[in-house]
Nanobody, 118 residues
């Protein structure tokens, strides 16, 4: 699994960018996918996670109702649709892959910076 996150940039508050997470490998469908973020001066935090077939999703309370995680296993990709962005959503966003039954993410992509201007 080799993950690469993209889609970040400078966005105005209230904007709706979509982040993408692409895997160049062939086993993407075997992993849960998570999005995590790290804001300046803060610890990395969980944002969202999706199961193998996309039928179950989890969200941090801070993004629930605004962000939507999805995946397309045929394209070896996952997405994070971000709506109603707030300045406090400014962070480096990472996608990561977790093998079912394990407790941690095994693979991490290079993050993509999302900066929300007020």
């Amino acid at each position: 699994v080799q993950l690469q996150a993209s889609g970040g940039g400078l966005v105005q508050a209230g904007g709706s960018p979509r982040l993408s997470c692409a895997d160049s490998g062939r086993t993407f469908r075997l992993y849960f996918v998570g999005w995590l973020r790290q804001a300046p001066g803060k610890e990395r935090e969980f944002v969202a996670r999706i199961n193998l077939d996309g039928s179950i999703t989890y969200y941090a309370d801070s993004v629930k109702g605004r962000f939507t995680i999805s995946r397309d296993n045929a394209k070896n990709a996952a997405y994070l649709q971000m709506n109603s962005l707030k300045p406090e959503d400014t962070a480096i966003y990472y996608c990561a892959a977790q093998l079912p039954g394990t407790k941690s993410y095994a693979y991490w992509g290079r993050g993509t910076l999302v900066t929300v201007s007020s």
